[in-house]
C-alpha cells in the first residue's frame, strides 16, 4: 500500500525487449484512430520475448490489477500469450466473463495477430461453453459435447444409430450386448477431444486450435453414420454377396451420410457460425474415409517421391489424423471406446486404460512426419490393448454361435434383396442393396428391418421371414466342425474348401447334402495389422530426452509377449438341423482336415445327434 510500482521503462533494460520508444498505451490509443505505425508494429514483433513481470505490468497499465497478480502466479510469459483464450482465463482462476473479454482485447492488441478472426471464433467457441450438452454416460461419466455437435445428433441421420447395435449379432449371445453406435459415436467424440485438448495444452508448440479440436469432435462423432444393420454384416458379408464388384465400405457411407445431413438440415449456417469451412469439411471427411489422391499433387513426381495425401490439415498437423482413426498403427480413439463399451455389455474384463495413455501421449518427428508417440514404459500397457482387440474378437465378435446367427441374418437379407421395402428419395421403395446409394433409403435402414420382414406376410418375404424365425427358435445353423491351420499357412477361398469338402460326400449320401447346405466361416484373429506386429509402428520417448522418438523392439519389453500376431480359424457350418446331413457334414469335414493335415477342433455335438434320433 503506498509503494510506488517502477514503469517498465525503468529497471528494465531496452535491449532486453528490443521495443520501441512508442509506449503501449499510445499504441493502443493511435490503433484505435487510425492504422498501426511502424512503432507500434515493432513492439508487436516482439511481445514474445517479454518476462512474466512485462507481461503483468502490461495489464496494470490497462488497470487489470487483478489479472496481472493472476499472471505472475501462472508463470504467463510473453511467449504464450497467444495461445490464450476466453477458457483458460477461467481456468487460471477469472471468472467474471467481463473481465476475461478485457484481458483478451488487451492481449490481441499485444501480440497484433493478423489471425484476429481465428482468434475471435476461437473466443465465440470459449463464450458459448455454456451452450454443451451433458450426457450421462455409463463408460465416460459426464460427457460434454459442443453445441455444433448437437446440431448433428439432433438430426435423423444420427438418431438412426439407436437403432444400429454395437457389437451386431452378439446380442443374440451375450444379453448385455445392448450397447449402440449412437452412444458409441459420442463416446468417441468426447474421447477424440479429449486427447486433441491434453496435446493442445501439452505441447502448445504444436498450434493446436480450438477449429482443429472441433473438426476433430465432429469427426469422432461422424465415423460410423455409415454403418448398415448389424454393423460389419451389412458391408462385409451382405453386400460383397448382392453386388460382387461393389468396393462399397461403410466409412463411403459415413461421408455420404454426413454431406446429406449438413444439407438436408441447411447445417452450413451453423458451421459458420463456429468458422468451419470447406477445408474443414474436408478434413473431417478426410478423418472418416482416409485420404483421397489429388490427381495435381501427384503429377509429375517421381515414383518414391512422398506425397502428402490429405487435403485439409497440412503435413505439419498430420498428427490429428491418427485421433480418430489411427491407419498407422491402429492407436485411436475409436477402439478405446469399444473396448471400454463392449467390455462392460459383454461382461469381459477390460485392462486397458486409455486415460493413462492420454496422460503419456506426446507428438514428435519421426522421419519427416508428426506422429503420436507415448512413454516408453506405457510399451506393455499397448500389447495388452492389442492383446483386449483379440480377445473381443475371439469371445465374441467371432464366437461361433455369433457367427452362426450372423449368416442366418445375411441369408435372410439376401432372400430379401429382390424387393423394394425401404422408403427412400420421392417415397419409392428400395431394395436393401440399393439403400447404400440412397441417403434417404439408408436413413430409414436399421437393424430394425430384422423385424420388419419377420412381421411382414409378404408371401414375396417368406423364404426370407422363415431363415429368421428359426432364430427366434433357437433353430441355428449347427458348427460341425472348426480347425485351425498352422503358422503362415492361411486358405483365402471359401469356395475352394466347399468344393473339396462336397467331394468327400460318401457315393451313397450324393444328393443329400448341397452347398447351399453347408457354409464355410473363414475366421481372421489377429492384433490389428494382420501378420505383422503393430507395435513396429509405435514410437516412444524417455524422460530423459522427451524430444527423441525411439522404437522398442519386442524382446525389450519382456520375454513372455507373443510371437505370432495373428491366426486363422476355418468352421463348417450345417443349415439343415436333421441327424443324417449333420453327421454327413461332420464326416466330410472331419475328412477335409485329414486331407489336409489339419486337427479337427471340434465336431458336432453328441446332444445334437441325440435329439434329432
Known sequence: ????????????????????????????????????????????????????????MTLEEHSLDNAAKVFRGEGISGKVLQMLNVQRLEKMGIIKMGERLEIMKVILEITG?????????????????????????????????HPLCIKIIDTPQFQRLRDLKQSGTCYFVYPGATNNRFEHCIGVCYLAGQLARMLQKRQPELNITNKD??????????????HGPFSHLFDSKFIPVVRPTSKWKHEDASVMMFDYLIKKHNLMVEFKKYDVKNQDITFIKEQIEGPK?????????????????????DQSKGFLYEIVANKRNGIDVDKWDYFARDCYGLGIKNTFDHNRFMKFARVLEVEGEYQICSRDKEAETLYGMFQIRATLHRRAYQHRVCDAIEAMVTDAFIAADHKGIIPGKDGNLKKLSECIDDPEAYTNLSDSIF???????????????????????????????????????????????????????????????????????????????????????????????????????????????????????????????????????????????????????????????????
Open 1 to 56: 500500500m503506498g509503494k510506488k510500482r517502477k514503469s517498465r521503462s525503468e529497471g528494465v533494460s531496452g535491449t532486453k525487449r528490443n521495443r520501441s520508444d512508442v509506449s503501449l498505451s499510445e499504441s493502443v490509443k493511435e490503433e484505435e484512430s487510425q492504422s498501426l505505425t511502424s512503432a507500434s508494429l515493432s513492439v508487436r514483433e516482439v511481445y514474445e520475448t517479454w518476462t512474466v513481470e512485462d507481461v503483468a
Open 113 to 145: 495477430t493478423k489471425n484476429l478472426e481465428d482468434q475471435t471464433i476461437n473466443t465465440k467457441i470459449d463464450v458459448e461453453e455454456h451452450k454443451k450438452k451433458i450426457f450421462n454416460d455409463p463408460v465416460n461419466g459426464h460427457t460434454e459435447v
Open 213 to 226: 479440436i472441433l473438426c476433430v469432435e465432429i469427426a469422432g462423432l461422424c465415423h460410423d453414420l455409415g
Open 293 to 313: 489422391q489429388n490427381g495435381e499433387q501427384t503429377a509429375g513426381r517421381k515414383k518414391n517421391e512422398s506425397v502428402w495425401p490429405y487435403l485439409g490439415r
Open 451 to 613: 423385424h420388419v420382414i419377420l412381421l411382414s406376410v409378404d408371401e414375396d418375404l417368406e423364404k426370407s421371414r422363415k431363415i429368421l424365425q428359426r432364430i427366434m427358435h433357437r433353430q441355428l445353423y449347427a458348427c460341425v466342425g472348426e480347425t485351425t491351420p498352422t503358422e503362415g499357412e492361411t486358405y483365402d477361398k471359401s469356395s475352394q474348401i466347399m468344393s473339396e469338402i462336397m467331394s468327400n460326400i460318401p457315393p451313397e449320401s450324393k444328393g443329400k447334402l448341397l452347398d447351399d447346405d453347408l457354409y464355410v466361416d473363414l475366421v481372421y484373429l489377429d492384433y490389428g495389422s494382420k501378420s505383422q506386429n503393430p507395435m513396429t509402428n509405435v514410437r516412444f520417448y524417455n524422460k530423459r530426452d522427451v524430444t527423441k522418438p525411439v522404437r522398442i523392439v519386442k524382446n525389450q519389453v519382456s520375454l513372455m509377449l507373443p510371437n505370432v500376431f495373428s491366426e486363422q480359424i476355418v468352421r463348417l457350418y450345417c443349415k439343415k438341423s436333421d441327424r443324417e446331413s449333420l453327421k454327413i457334414a461332420s464326416h466330410c469335414f472331419k475328412k477335409w482336415c485329414d486331407d489336409n493335415n489339419l486337427f479337427l477342433q471340434m465336431k458336432v455335438q453328441e446332444e445334437k445327434l441325440v435329439k434329432n434320433e
